[in-house]
């Protein structure tokens, strides 16, 4: 499958998918069924955004209906931008937790995935969580209300997602903070995922000077043609 990037301004660039693959093993992590990456059409991707500050792409992945997080880790992995692959957004720094929360809305109004796991065998329930890149778990940005990580009052929470006290009602900041954490369960599937393009192959122009495609703001989204 390949999704031809399209931008109004010229940001030449591929995101290919691999195909039905299996699954990747993460250290340590409880799942261990493969499943197969959804139709192309179920699949919907905004335009690459941008952080200056790590040189890293962020983006939205959508879905048709919805997705557990072992499907939504194999769908990033075999998405590709400009050369590089991808892989679900781990959050570790309270900057990069902030760029996302301002420039991918959907993702916080709606609690899409996100790259962190909790090994199998770990104290419940804030213990043994690690992110997909094996970067350190050093920076957490729990839902401190209910709060986060609780397990649900069950056991298996293990996957985490974005997260808003007020999840049933409109986004309302002023009460309930943006872009914190959930632990959420295997068997949940949610709307979408942030997906991150690490230190892509090409970084965007200075402001003011050639294409901007993807540099700090939304331009025209990817278009996926399978």
Known sequence: MIVTVLCAIGLNGVLEGAGARAASSHPGSPRSTLVQPRSASGLKMSAPVFNPENGHYYAEVTVADRIRWVEADQEAQVLEFMGVRGHLATLTTASENAFVVANLPAAVRDL??????????????????????????????????????????????????????????????????LGVWNDEPDWYAGLGSVVVVPGAARSPPPPGAGPKCGYGRRTTPWAANF
């Open 112 to 177: 899409y995935w996100l790259g962190g796991y909790q090994l199998d065998e770990s104290v419940e329930p804030a213990e043994g969580w690690v992110w997909v890149t094996g970067e350190a778990w050093a920076y957490t940005n729990w839902e401190p209300l209910r709060p986060e990580p609780n397990n649900g009052g069950s056991t298996g929470e293990n996957r985490l997602s974005l997260w808003r006290f007020n999840y049933e009602d409109p986004p309302f900041p002023e009460l309930f903070p």
